[in-house]
Structures are given as structure tokens and as C-alpha cells.
């Protein structure tokens, strides 16, 4: 007996289905894979990027969104909800509901064990062919450590990381600022102080 092909979802069944669920879904290559909610130090430092990038881009022509926020890689079709963004000037959207952002300026991911490898990796890919992101920058939450990586004038991606006590995240695609200081408060997280080595898990689980 053949095995029967599992049925691959358009982009508007995925947004059909999610706009009803009560829960929160990436979306790549016809299937929908679910997000789990994240760890104390991850909403920590989430919030800790959206409140000083808030207050950083007052009078600016940018805003910070939360990860309530869904982005789509219009050129891979990917759908995901990155944990803070930055997009500026004219915004656009995939249609009227205004939920699913397409030009972002910055997307920042707070790692974890288990979706590290994913972040790092083939979801790092899916970014890069956004045409308007500038910045793509992997916070560590079981340490200090900043991963950068900036768009060059030639397409190549610059990382620059740093894990140093005085430390300073600058977006020079927004001009904005934010200590490390800033970024780790209240994690508990002593300052300078590296993460362990990656888990095996599997990348889904947050």
C-alpha cells in the first residue's frame, strides 16, 4: 500500500488557520509547526529590548514590535513571530488586518537550547532574503553574549559578537542604543559571564 502525500497548506490557509487559533505558528514550505511559550529570563529579556528600543526610537521615523507581531519573508514564504523587531519608514503589510508585517528593518531572537541551531541556521537563511532587513542580532539567555549580524554594501553578512560587561548593542540602521547592562537586568545573569556549550534538543520547543 502507498503511502498517501500529506497535503501541503497555501500561505492564506496557514493565515485562515492562525488568525483563529488561540495559539501561535511558524510557517515554511506548507506546514504550520507550533511555538511553545519561552522561559522567565526569555520574556525578561525580551521586554527589557523592547522598552529601551521603545524609548530609543521616540521622534524617529521606526517602532518596535513585540513578538504579538507575525513577519513574512515575502521571497521564501516563510511566517514567523521573531521576539522583537524594528521597522521604519512606511510600513507594509500583507494585507488590511495589519498582523503580518513584510519590512523589517531589525529582528532580534532570544536564543534557546532547543531552537538555537534554527535560529543560527536555516531560519537565519529565511531572513537574509528579506529585502529590508539591515540587522539581525541572537541574544543568549543563559549568559551574556550578543550576536550581530549587519548587511554590507557588497550583500555579505558582518558578525560581530561580544559578551563584555560594559557591552553596548548599537543599531546603526536605527541609531539606537541599548547597554548589555540593560539588556540583562534582572536575568539574574552575572555580567560578562559566557553561556554554556548548545543542547541537541529539537529546535521547535522554546
Request: aromatic fraction near 8%.
Amino acid at each position: 500500500m502507498e503511502a498517501v502525500a500529506k497535503r501541503r497548506l497555501t500561505a492564506q490557509e496557514y493565515l485562515a488557520l492562525e488568525r483563529r487559533a488561540g495559539a501561535k505558528s511558524e510557517f515554511v514550505d506548507g506546514e504550520m509547526f507550533a511555538l511553545a511559550g519561552g522561559t522567565r529570563r526569555h520574556s525578561v529579556i525580551a521586554a527589557n529590548l523592547i522598552r529601551d528600543l521603545g524609548n530609543g526610537l521616540r521622534g524617529k521615523s521606526c517602532q518596535v514590535f513585540t513578538s504579538d507581531m507575525r513577519v513574512k519573508i515575502e521571497s521564501t514564504g516563510l511566517f514567523t513571530y521573531p521576539d522583537v523587531m524594528v521597522a521604519c519608514g512606511s510600513l507594509r503589510f500583507e494585507d488590511p488586518k495589519e498582523d503580518t508585517l513584510l519590512n523589517p528593518k531589525v529582528i532580534i531572537e532570544v536564543l534557546s537550547d532547543s531552537t538555537v541551531g534554527w535560529d543560527r541556521g536555516q531560519k537565519f537563511w529565511h531572513y537574509r532574503h528579506s529585502a529590508s532587513l539591515a540587522e539581525y542580532v541572537l541574544v543568549a539567555q543563559d549568559g551574556w553574549l550578543i550576536e550581530q549580524y549587519r548587511l554590507q554594501p557588497g550583500g555579505n553578512w558582518l558578525l560581530e559578537s561580544s559578551h563584555e560587561a560594559k557591552g553596548v548593542l548599537a543599531l546603526p540602521s536605527t541609531k539606537c542604543k541599548v547597554p548589555f547592562a540593560d539588556i540583562y537586568s534582572k536575568t539574574g545573569l552575572k555580567p560578562g559571564v559566557l553561556p554554556p556549550g548548545p543542547t541537541s534538543e529539537p529546535r521547535r520547543k522554546r
